[in-house]
């Protein structure tokens, strides 16, 4: 299994950017890609996750509103677009895979494969 991070740069507050995580070789049982951020000097934090079959969505109380989750047709590219982006959403963003329960999709101990991760700088 791979996942594959992009989309990253550096943008102004403001602005939009679009994330891309194509996964390959993902067994059934890997049901949910979710994006998770790491600011520097900061704990890894829960953006969105997504049901890749069903298409439910789970999202971050905090991430709510300017960023949405979505899947292709083929269910192995998941799009992130974030709007509205504020300094304070500079981070690495990362795509992972995993089986968690729709309660759990914040829980980082529970994907089996992440991407490399992708950085997003938003500058005041």
């Known amino acids: 299994v791979q996942l594959q991070a992009s989309g990253g740069g550096l943008v102004q507050a403001g602005d939009s950017l679009r994330l891309s995580c194509v996964a390959s070789?993902?067994?059934?049982?890997?049901?949910?890609i979710s994006w998770f951020r790491q600011a520097p000097g900061k704990e890894r934090d829960f953006v969105v996750g997504?049901?890749?079959?069903?298409?439910?969505?789970n999202y971050a109380n905090s991430m709510k509103g300017r960023f949405t989750i979505s899947r292709d047709n083929l269910k192995t590219t998941v799009l992130l677009q974030m709007d509205g982006l504020k300094p304070e959403d500079t981070a690495v963003h990362y795509c992972?895979?995993?089986?968690?329960?729709?309660?759990?999709?914040?829980?980082?101990?529970?994907?089996?494969?992440w991407g490399q991760g992708t950085l997003v700088t938003v500058s005041s």
């Open positions: 997504i049901n890749r079959f069903s298409g439910n969505t």
């Open positions: 070789g993902l067994t059934s049982s890997l049901h949910v």
């Open positions: 992972a895979a995993g089986r968690p329960v729709y309660s759990a999709y914040g829980q980082t101990r529970l994907y089996y494969y």
